[in-house]
């Protein structure tokens, strides 16, 4: 698709998040006519609205699967969004990251990395800068690192040039079969939709690949395996907080190594690396309490990481709204976990949690309903030597309006 084949069509522009108000403007900019449509209640409402387009853009929080895109489609409207159609825009070749947890982090890594190599690189996703804020001004020998979701890769069309794949477990799953909420049918949908990024490779192209994925995603398209492993930066120096973070390395290092970065070089850009916000972030130490922030942990898996990441006693605050997740691996975790001497559980996921923690022989506090509430009753049991750790393996919308408002209200409420 290009700019032309836009020119004299019936345009929609569904759902005015983040993402659909850069394409908005970049519209704007080149002259493209289009509707918006927003504010929805349910996805539901849309059945029957979107068929008298000829394309749709819609946002990643609309799934694909969702019966008014599927109904749309199926009545011959052409079905794009604001990623499909900055990989066919996109003059540079593209490195796309993706994974259940860790893509911000070795996005942000890889990044620096290459530009320790010498290169102009564009770095864009949830971790801060939309593509369509700088498409107009990237080169064809720049490089592009793009952090890349389910809902983004579903139907995607066209894949990276190097593409990552860190690791796929269960999130953002919704099996009601509604498509009422931003989830995936099922954890086969889900797996399906990350291995796009790497299903319209060429063999001129590279696929980064986690050792712990099943052996069979080596079949999936035709780039170039490699596979990564922590154990090939096990020697690295590094700062950021936890071991889990060796898979990011790795993975990073090993975009660097394809783009023929010296070792030395990537080397150095890991040791300066310091981690990104809301990610494993020591706040503050205060009274010999260390306060650590993790607010972007929203699953399972990242939150078992941080908990793994100290040795120290922790005191845990987890829970939040509901994404579809079981937990029974975090419980288990918790159950286990010989430094885990306090868990703070919240929100209306707090239940299942507990359910599934049930056993665990350390203090457990419930029923707060904000965060000052939250941190009076971290405080309460914390002492010097302790972790107070924020890592809700949760979404934030039933107390917050978003993770980074979780984050700045508990960064706020332990410095008073």
Not at 23 to 50: C, M, P
Request: charged share 25%.
């Amino acid at each position: 698709m290009n700019l032309e084949h836009l020119q004299d069509k019936k345009i929609a522009i569904v759902g005015m998040g983040v993402n659909n108000q850069k394409l908005a403007s970049f519209f704007d900019a080149h002259g493209i006519v289009y509707e918006t449509i927003a504010d929805w209640k349910r996805n539901s409402d849309l059945v029957g609205q979107l068929d008298r387009f000829d394309i749709l853009f819609r946002t990643p929080g609309l799934p694909y699967m969702a019966p008014a895109i599927q109904q749309a489609q199926s009545k011959g409207v052409e079905i794009s969004s604001q990623t499909k159609l900055f990989f066919d825009l996109c003059p540079a070749k593209i490195i796309g990251v993706t994974g259940t947890k860790g893509k911000g982090t070795t996005s942000t890594l890889a990044a620096k990395i290459l530009e320790a190599g010498g290169y102009k690189v564009w770095l864009a996703g949830n971790i801060g800068t939309d593509p369509f804020e700088f498409i107009d001004s990237i080169k064809p020998e720049d490089l592009v690192v793009l952090e890349l979701s389910s809902f983004q890769l579903q139907d995607l069309h066209r894949s990276p040039h190097i593409a990552v794949v860190l690791n796929i477990t269960a999130d953002h799953l919704d099996e009601s079969g509604t498509y009422n909420k931003s989830a995936h049918g099922s954890i086969s949908e889900y797996f399906d939709a990350k291995l796009q990024i790497i299903a319209h490779q060429t063999a001129e192209d590279f696929a980064v690949i986690s050792h712990e994925l099943p052996s069979d995603v080596q079949n999936v398209g035709h780039g170039q395996k490699i596979i990564f492993d922590p154990k090939d930066v096990e020697d690295y120096e590094y700062i950021i907080l936890g071991k889990h973070n060796l898979e990011n390395i790795a993975a990073a290092s090993a975009v660097g190594k394809i783009l023929k970065v010296p070792e030395d070089l990537i080397r150095q850009a890991v040791k300066n690396f310091p981690g990104l916000p809301h990610r494993l972030q020591k706040v503050l130490e205060k009274d010999g309490i260390t306060y650590v922030e993790d607010s972007i942990s929203t699953n399972e898996d990242s939150t078992i990481a941080a908990i793994q990441a100290f040795a120290e006693p922790v005191i845990l605050i987890v829970g939040g709204s509901s994404k579809g997740l079981e937990y029974k691996k975090l419980g288990k975790t918790i159950k286990s976990a010989g430094n885990l001497k306090a868990v703070v559980a919240v929100g209306e996921e707090a239940p299942k949690i507990l359910k599934n923690m049930e056993g665990y022989s350390g203090k457990i506090f419930t029923g707060a309903k904000n965060m000052q509430e939250i941190i009076s009753q971290a405080k309460s049991i914390a002492t010097a030597g302790d972790v107070v750790l924020l890592s809700p393996a949760a979404a934030s919308f039933d107390m917050f309006k978003n993770y980074r408002d979780r984050a700045e209200q508990f960064v706020t409420e332990i410095k008073k």
